[in-house]
């Protein structure tokens, strides 16, 4: 079956550190993947979109980037953290049909 | 923004009661979808409508789209307190060979016992 494994779960971070989140599914091939961030109480906002290695589109100009080294590896990076990044962010994706969106449990980033 | 919108924000209703969502959005769809998210979770897909289609049902669900206003409704019926949740639209199109899920704000559901 397929599934999708986000991690860490909880992140709390100092301004100008570093982040990397990262994302994997299981059990489908050359999936569709998808960065999402959510503020509390709030809708979903796309960040980043991904049909196949190496391909990222970016929705929003972010102090933020994506990338995806592997088929079913997808990951969210920052140099430099700011407060404003702070928020839940929700790895998802698709099989090849398209069909809907499978999410991660998401991480909720606190920084400080 | 291209984000849909959802109303009411919040709802709350006594167990048994039925449940209406209302959702419209901006640009033209190939799907749309909806979307149940619990208190710090990520969300769970519930059920999906094509463009071509107007009412759908899913055991105490039913969805209606309406394209000519850009509009949708997801209907509870019966709910009981495990509904209590957020619960979001999300329209999915194809446009230049990229595929975009954009999600509406969302609609706060308490369901009370």
């Known amino acids: 079956s397929q599934t999708i494994h986000q991690w860490p779960a909880t992140l709390v971070q100092p301004v100008g550190s570093p982040l990397s989140l990262e994302c994997t599914v299981e059990?489908?091939?050359?999936?569709?993947l998808y960065w999402y961030r959510q503020a509390a109480g709030r809708g979903l906002q796309l960040l980043f979109y991904?049909?196949?290695?190496?391909?990222i589109s970016s929705e929003v100009p972010q102090n933020l980037s994506a990338s995806r080294p592997q088929d079913r590896q997808f990951i969210l990076s920052s140099k430099k953290l700011l407060l404003s990044d702070s928020g839940f962010y929700l790895c998802a994706f698709t099989g090849v049909d398209n069909s809907p969106l499978h999410f991660g449990n998401g991480t909720r980033l606190t920084v400080t | 923004s291209q984000q849909g919108e959802e109303d009411p924000q919040a709802l709350s209703i006594q167990e048994g009661e039925n449940a209406t969502m209302n959702c419209s959005y901006k640009?033209?769809?190939?799907?749309l979808q909806w979307y149940r998210q619990n208190s710090g979770r990520g969300l769970v897909h519930l059920i999906l409508?094509?463009?071509?289609?107007r009412e759908k049902h899913s055991g105490r669900l039913r969805v209606t789209l309406d394209t000519s206003k850009k509009s949708s409704s997801l209907l509870i019926t019966a709910s009981r307190a495990a509904d209590t949740a957020s619960y979001f639209c999300a329209t999915f199109s194809i446009t230049s060979g990229t595929y975009k899920y954009i999600f509406g704000t969302g609609t706060r559901l308490k369901v009370l016992a």
């Open positions: 991904s049909v196949g290695i190496g391909q």
């Open positions: 059990g489908t091939s050359n999936p569709n």
């Open positions: 640009t033209s769809i190939n799907n």
């Open positions: 409508i094509r463009s071509n289609e």
